[in-house]
């Protein structure tokens, strides 16, 4: 029987089923059998407990539609590590900007303009590092659990403690396009997605650790 994980207000499931080894999470409309996505991991294993992860989180990853009101305060309100937002004018930047406490830390990316609309993004983000929030003992263990074993410890390690400006502001690497198992699970923990569905991305490309 299927568990619905998640219902949202724009009419998305996130429908759970489970057989003999495996669980599969498929994001769907409400009222048809369309499907959005499918995410299929080990069954069995203990979702990792933080208050900065959630089916919340991973519903507003683009891939369908969300409410977007969500992401400017789920930042303050302690349920993301990060969030991506966009406006529609500079003036409705500036007054986000404006009411952020010196706690949060932010980059604003270039304009893009796409024919006659501009959009206008900033990424807020606590401040200090991710590894100030989750015990990085606690993700490798997790991932080794699902079977994920395909990444460097190390240099896990030493980006799970960048400061999350350094992330955001891309000077590290570009934490919307990830290429590399590390770089998928610091993405994963900054947008707050639940790591079995990192782990399905990771499986689903054969990701290769980086040396």
């Not at 994980?5 to 495996?22: D, P, Q």
């Not at 959630?54 to 990060?82: I, P, R």
């Not at 400061?163 to 770089?183: A, I, N, W």
Request: with cysteine; hydrophobic share 35%.
């Amino acid at each position: 029987m299927a568990e619905i994980l998640l219902e949202t207000n724009k009419g998305i499931v996130f429908e759970k089923t489970v057989t003999k080894n495996r669980c599969k999470v498929n994001v769907k409309n409400k009222d048809s059998d369309h499907i959005h996505m499918t995410y299929r991991f080990k069954k069995g294993v203990v979702p990792l407990s933080s208050p900065f992860i959630s089916w919340e989180n991973l519903n507003c990853c683009g891939g369908w539609c969300y409410d977007e009101s969500y992401l400017l305060s789920a930042v303050q309100d302690g349920t993301k590590l990060c969030a991506g937002i966009h406006f529609r004018t500079q003036e409705e930047l500036d007054d986000y900007k404006s009411a952020l406490s010196d706690k949060y830390v932010y980059y604003c990316r270039p304009p893009m303009v796409n024919g006659s609309r501009t959009v206008f993004y900033i990424d807020v983000a606590r401040e200090g590092a991710v590894h100030d929030f989750i015990s990085p003992d606690d993700v490798m263990n997790v991932y080794s659990l699902l079977g994920i074993k395909n990444f460097n410890n190390k240099l896990l390690s030493e980006f799970l403690a960048l400061p999350l400006y350094d992330c955001v502001s891309s000077k590290t690497f570009d934490y919307g396009s990830p290429r590399s198992p590390e770089e998928f699970i610091l993405t994963g923990l900054m947008l707050g997605y639940p790591l079995e569905t990192t782990a399905w991305l990771i499986e689903k490309h054969k990701m290769i650790a980086t040396k």
